[in-house]
């Protein structure tokens, strides 16, 4: 399970990524650029819950830290993103499954004014005021707008390969194959016991009823 969640969250992020940057990057669209890896991240957190949210946010972070054309200090949005799955994954529904699409987008909305927030405020702490000159208003409104307009075309999708990640058929099929054949084996031991004590059971019923029976006949003639 656990081997099934790195690889299928790794093939994610890095799809993710160079979405966001060969494609959403280049629209040139005002304000803030669509975060498909935030919303993969956010999609990821609310099945795996918060320590799963924040290890992939974490390597989320890091990948777009890493990744051309980045032009802030290494780190800055691996700590974001971490921040923002630990807290995405701390609302996952109990049951795995989303009753509404209510509470998934609440919580987009919050992690992209979060997350731009965050991201200002690590910025101001290690001498970065380009937000200032953007305009942190803006970039706050268009965030939280793309996002929410992204998000119904990935979140959804990532959560249903998540689940289906976690309900792994072959580990399923082979865990069932094989609980099956432990169960035939302890029925099928049980169940000869149980019929052959059963069937001696039964004969000696069968043979005492025969002889009491015959008694009683006998008894009957010698009346």
Not at 56 to 69: C, M, N, R, S
Not at 193 to 214: F, P
């Amino acid at each position: 399970m656990r081997v099934n969640r790195i690889l299928l969250s790794s093939a994610l992020l890095v799809v993710a990524l160079v979405v966001q940057v060969s494609v959403l990057a280049r629209l040139h669209l005002p304000g803030a650029v669509p975060d498909l890896l935030l919303l993969t991240v956010l999609g990821l957190a609310l099945v795996y819950g918060h320590v799963g949210g924040a290890l992939v946010g974490f390597a989320a972070g890091l990948l777009a830290d890493l990744a051309p054309p980045a032009d802030h200090a290494a780190g800055r949005y691996a700590l974001v993103l971490c921040v923002i799955g630990y807290l995405a994954g701390l609302v996952k529904p109990e049951t795995g499954q989303v009753k509404s699409a209510t509470g998934p987008m609440v919580v987009v909305v919050a992690a992209a004014v979060g997350s731009t927030l965050l991201y200002a405020g690590v910025g101001a702490l290690v001498g970065d005021t380009a937000a200032r000159h953007v305009g942190l208003g803006s970039l706050l409104f268009t965030a939280a707008l793309y996002d929410l307009l992204l998000a119904p075309f990935v979140v959804p999708g990532v959560m249903a390969l998540a689940r289906r990640a976690e309900n792994d058929p072959l580990a399923e099929n082979t865990s069932t194959k094989s609980g099956g054949d432990i169960a035939s084996g302890w029925l099928s031991g049980g169940t000869g016991l149980r019929i052959g004590d059963q069937r001696g059971g039964l004969r000696v019923k069968t043979a005492r009823a025969r002889v009491a029976r015959a008694g009683r006949i006998k008894g009957v003639k010698r009346l």
